[in-house]
T-cell receptor
Framework: KAGVTQTPRYLIKTRGQQVTLSCSPISGHRSVSWYQQTPGQGLQFLFE???????NKGNFPGRFSGRQFSNSRSEMNVSTLELGDSALYLCASSLVQDGTDTQYFGPGTRLTVL | AQSVTQLDSQVPVFEEAPVELRCNYSSSVSVYLFWYVQYPNQGLQLLLK??????LVKGINGFEAEFNKSQTSFHLRKPSVHISDTAEYFCAVSDPFTGGGNKLTFGTGTQLKVEL
């Protein structure tokens, strides 16, 4: 079974631009969560989608948004990029949303904002 | 809200020696606990998880952890480490009982460096 895939793997943008990252979960998984990983703040939860609905949201500004499609693929968008948005963005998928199922993480998208 | 504390940012250890990575959490409700490992330039891989039941949890690659409710700890142990265990280890907590779903709150990580 294929794992979680994230595209692109690396991305370079400049301040003020916007970016869209994509995550394809493991086949059959309906929950997709996004995390931001930085050296200073560590791993922080962005949001979780289940069956196309946002179920949980972290403490990030409205510039960070996401969505989930009917095939469970998910995208996250960051508008008006800031230097501090440079990070590794990780996506994780699982079968259910009750916290009991293992979450499988993708390799991440490394975003650099210049 | 939950929080997770990993007291040791770096742990050096010689190959074949035992190791313990410490994790303490704070929460006013029942939680699930997890340990993840991250190798360079990779995502996170689940080592083990505690949902309920036996407080001693066995995971992959010979790792185990013990849930201690009174001390709010979930320390990770391995009796004999290998050079390939060099990686960063993250402790995490979730609180699905209060609507947290799959949301994980992570500690700051412990870099395990195994030396020959």
């Amino acid at each position: 079974k294929a794992g979680v895939t994230q595209t692109p793997r690396y991305l370079i943008k400049t301040r003020g631009q916007q970016v869209t990252l994509s995550c394809s979960p493991i086949s059959g998984h309906r929950s997709v969560s996004w995390y931001q990983q930085t050296p200073g703040q560590g791993l922080q939860f962005l949001f979780e989608y289940f069956s196309e609905t946002q179920r949980n949201k972290g403490n990030f500004p409205g510039r960070f948004s996401g969505r989930q499609f009917s095939n469970s693929r998910s995208e996250m968008n960051v508008s008006t990029l800031e230097l501090g948005d440079s990070a590794l963005y990780l996506c994780a998928s699982s079968l259910v949303q009750d916290g009991t199922d293992t979450q499988y993480f993708g390799p991440g998208t490394r975003l650099t904002v210049l | 809200a939950q929080s997770v504390t990993q007291l040791d940012s770096q742990v050096p250890v010689f190959e074949e020696a035992p190791v313990e990575l410490r994790c303490n959490y704070s929460s006013s409700v029942s939680v699930y606990l997890f340990w993840y490992v991250q190798y360079p330039n990779q995502g996170l891989q689940l080592l083990l998880k505690y949902l309920s039941g036996s407080t001693l949890v066995k995971g992959i690659n010979g790792f185990e952890a013990e849930f201690n409710k009174s001390q709010t700890s979930f320390h990770l142990r391995k009796p004999s480490v290998h050079i390939s265990d060099t990686a960063e280890y993250f402790c995490a907590v979730s609180d699905p009982f209060t609507g947290g779903g799959n949301k994980l709150t992570f500690g700051t990580g412990t870099q395990l460096k195994v030396e020959l």
